[in-house]
């Protein structure tokens, strides 16, 4: 079994550790949600592509997910974003689509190239301090997808994030 520990964002200092998903890591609603419909879609060891799973059966989620697609270029692999869930971009700070991940200190795309050299789904949680919100912790599942059912071309991360803002006096006094 691989863990890796590590630092993303060092003003962040967001710190996970990562492994193959296991099912007892599966205990929030939103990632066993997901991993249920991702593995409905697994065909006789073919991977699930973006086009099996409708958009529609995943509204609800959608703010916790991220679409990333898998750019080759000969040997080296990049990654853009396509989609961004808020919580995503709470969390890590990828407001918009079509950011690449790629550059060797971008753990997040070592965490996207051990989904695609293994084609298994990775499991990660961690904490995030975001200064404007507090402090953060998350679990994370990416999921690799091929449209040919074997040659991952996208990922789908899904993120489950847990706030502990400070408390304001004025919201425990609002009553007044």
Not at 17 to 32: I, K, Q, Y
Not at 49 to 77: K, N, Q
Not at 130 to 145: D, N
């Given at each position: 079994?691989?863990?890796?520990?590590?630092?993303?964002?060092?003003?962040?200092?967001?710190?996970?550790?990562?492994?193959?998903?296991?099912?007892?890591?599966?205990?929030?609603?939103?990632?066993?949600?997901?991993?249920?419909?991702?593995?409905?879609?697994?065909?006789?060891?073919?991977?699930?592509?973006?086009?099996?799973?409708?958009?529609?059966?995943?509204?609800?989620?959608?703010?916790?997910?991220?679409?990333?697609?898998?750019?080759?270029?000969?040997?080296?692999?990049?990654?853009?974003?396509?989609?961004?869930?808020?919580?995503?971009?709470?969390?890590?700070?990828?407001?918009?689509?079509?950011?690449?991940?790629?550059?060797?200190?971008?753990?997040?795309?070592?965490?996207?190239r051990d989904v695609i050299?293994m084609a298994l789904p990775?499991?990660?949680?961690?904490?995030?301090?975001?200064?404007?919100?507090?402090?953060?912790?998350?679990?994370?599942?990416?999921?690799?997808?091929?449209?040919?059912?074997?040659?991952?071309?996208?990922?789908?991360?899904?993120?489950?994030?847990?706030?502990?803002?400070?408390?304001?006096?004025?919201?425990?006094?609002?009553?007044?």
């Amino acid at each position: 079994m691989q863990h890796r520990i590590y630092a993303t964002v060092p003003d962040r200092t967001t710190v996970a550790e990562e492994h193959v998903l296991r099912s007892e890591d599966l205990s929030h609603p939103v990632l066993a949600r997901f991993d249920a419909l991702w593995r409905s879609r697994c065909d006789e060891g073919r991977l699930p592509g973006a086009t099996d799973i409708d958009p529609i059966e995943i509204a609800d989620l959608l703010a916790h997910v991220m679409l990333v697609d898998v750019v080759r270029d000969g040997a080296s692999v990049r990654f853009a974003t396509r989609l961004v869930g808020q919580h995503h971009a709470d969390l890590f700070g990828r407001a918009g689509a079509a950011n690449y991940l790629s550059d060797g200190r971008d753990t997040s795309a070592d965490h996207l190239r051990d989904v695609i050299s293994m084609a298994l789904p990775r499991y990660a949680r961690g904490h995030v301090d975001a200064t404007a919100k507090g402090t953060a912790s998350f679990e994370r599942v990416s999921y690799p997808l091929a449209s040919d059912g074997q040659e991952v071309d996208r990922l789908i991360s899904v993120v489950a994030p847990r706030y502990s803002r400070p408390a304001r006096i004025s919201s425990i006094f609002s009553w007044f």
